[in-house]
């Protein structure tokens, strides 16, 4: 079940967004919550994936929220989408699946809902927007977010990630004191917000093997990011570290961790419940969650995609408390 509304962008045609969306609702108990489901889409992406999937679902096209039924699918129609081969990601494609995105993404301001979006080939929409690197930083451009943080989440870990799409190499200099305050109190917030937790407590990861081992590999810890731990504490947060990220997972005191870099987080995440797992944006003026895969266009075609990631993402939206 869900307690408050969401909307939904269901991401490029060709892939299995529309397929992992539709069997979240089939399959799940959300099928009794569809009068809070908002989706921005061409309501022919949906009628072909059902026809695909040999099911079929009411499809109600409306103006908005306050037009959705309770028995079927609520669909608002931005724009149509050009003709898609499903496997193929195409350029001709990327701007409806960019517009369709953005107007999920509006729509959700201006009423304050939750976000839930599908997986996008980055490639192909750069291939006609250039600076296009993800979500995360095409939505904190323009809602002119100070600072946004991408949390990764399973059953039963929350990473966020400090640096996020930039090469290893630029990851020890882009990382300062500030940064890791400004973006440990948005993991704060944004846990309180997921789980109703008032006080979680936050690992912060080391960058360094064993965290430096005392300056051993490495001065990050020492000059940098002990530092920022001591400023959160005197900010009254429980935090632990800097945790070496090769034992921190195992804890069980820790509610949430804050990761140096991309890679030192989704792998374990991945590896523990790929199935399931959840990207979120933290610091949006509304809460975002998306799943934690690609398009995954080599099985467009079979329509036999994994709908859990889905499943968590909207799920995990509808009973966030955006406030």
Same mark, same amino acid.
């Given at each position: /079940?869900?307690?408050?509304?969401?909307?939904?962008?269901?991401? %490029?045609? +060709?892939?299995?967004?529309?397929?992992?969306?539709? @069997?979240?609702?089939?399959?799940? &108990?959300?099928?009794?919550?569809?009068?809070?489901?908002? *989706?921005?889409?061409?309501?022919?992406?949906?009628?072909?994936?059902?026809?695909?999937?040999?099911?079929?679902?009411?499809?109600?096209? *409306?103006?908005?929220?306050?037009?959705?039924?309770?028995?079927?699918?609520?669909?608002?129609?931005? &724009?149509?989408? $050009?003709?898609?081969?499903?496997?193929?990601?195409?350029?001709?494609?990327?701007?409806?699946?960019?517009?369709?995105?953005?107007?999920?993404?509006?729509?959700?301001?201006?009423?304050? #809902?939750?976000? *839930?979006?599908?997986?996008?080939?980055?490639?192909?929409?750069? +291939?006609?927007?250039?600076? #296009?690197?993800?979500?995360?930083?095409?939505?904190?451009?323009?809602?002119? +977010?100070?600072?946004?943080? /991408?949390?990764?989440?399973?059953?039963?870990?929350?990473?966020?990630?400090?640096?996020?799409?930039?090469?290893?190499?630029?990851?020890?200099?882009?990382?300062?004191?500030?940064?890791?305050?400004? @973006?440990? =109190?948005?993991?704060?917030?944004?846990?309180?917000?997921?789980?109703?937790?008032?006080?979680?407590?936050?690992?912060?990861?080391?960058?360094?093997?064993?965290?430096?081992?005392?300056?051993?590999?490495?001065?990050?810890?020492?000059?940098?990011?002990? $530092?920022?731990?001591?400023?959160? &504490?005197?900010?009254?947060?429980?935090?632990?570290? $800097?945790?070496?990220? %090769?034992?921190? #997972?195992?804890?069980?005191?820790? %509610?949430?961790?804050?990761? /140096?870099?991309?890679?030192?987080?989704?792998?374990?995440? =991945?590896?523990?419940?790929?199935?399931?797992?959840?990207?979120?944006?933290?610091?949006?003026?509304?809460?975002?969650?998306? *799943?934690?895969?690609?398009?995954?266009?080599?099985?467009?075609?079979?329509?036999?995609?994994?709908?859990?990631? /889905?499943? &968590?993402?909207? =799920?995990?939206?509808?009973?966030?408390?955006?406030?």
């Amino acid at each position: /079940m869900i307690r408050s509304p969401v909307v939904i962008s269901i991401g %490029d045609p +060709s892939g299995i967004g529309p397929e992992v969306f539709l @069997k979240s609702i089939i399959n799940t &108990e959300l099928r009794d919550n569809l009068e809070k489901i908002t *989706v921005i889409c061409d309501p022919t992406v949906l009628t072909n994936t059902l026809s695909g999937l040999d099911e079929s679902l009411e499809i109600n096209i *409306v103006a908005d929220h306050n037009q959705n039924a309770r028995d079927a699918v609520n669909v608002i129609c931005s &724009e149509q989408c $050009p003709e898609y081969q499903l496997g193929l990601s195409e350029p001709k494609t990327s701007k409806y699946t960019l517009n369709s995105l953005i107007y999920a993404a509006d729509y959700a301001h201006k009423h304050s #809902f939750a976000l *839930v979006t599908g997986p996008i080939n980055k490639k192909t929409i750069r +291939s006609s927007f250039e600076n #296009f690197t993800g979500h995360t930083e095409f939505l904190k451009e323009r809602y002119k +977010s100070d600072e946004v943080l /991408m949390l990764l989440a399973n059953n039963s870990l929350k990473v966020g990630v400090l640096t996020t799409h930039i090469p290893l190499s630029q990851v020890s200099k882009s990382i300062n004191e500030d940064l890791i305050i400004r @973006k440990t =109190k948005i993991l704060f917030s944004g846990v309180k917000a997921l789980t109703g937790n008032e006080s979680p407590k936050i690992g912060i990861l080391g960058l360094n093997p064993h965290a430096g081992e005392g300056g051993s590999f490495g001065t990050e810890e020492i000059d940098t990011i002990i $530092p920022a731990i001591r400023s959160l &504490e005197q900010l009254g947060m429980s935090i632990c570290g $800097p945790l070496s990220a %090769d034992t921190a #997972f195992l804890r069980s005191d820790v %509610d949430a961790y804050m990761s /140096m870099y991309h890679d030192q987080a989704l792998p374990v995440i =991945k590896t523990l419940d790929f199935k399931t797992a959840v990207n979120i944006t933290l610091g949006l003026p509304f809460i975002r969650t998306s *799943v934690d895969h690609g398009t995954a266009e080599d099985i467009a075609k079979n329509f036999e995609a994994d709908f859990g990631s /889905m499943y &968590e993402a909207i =799920k995990l939206a509808g009973n966030a408390n955006s406030s």
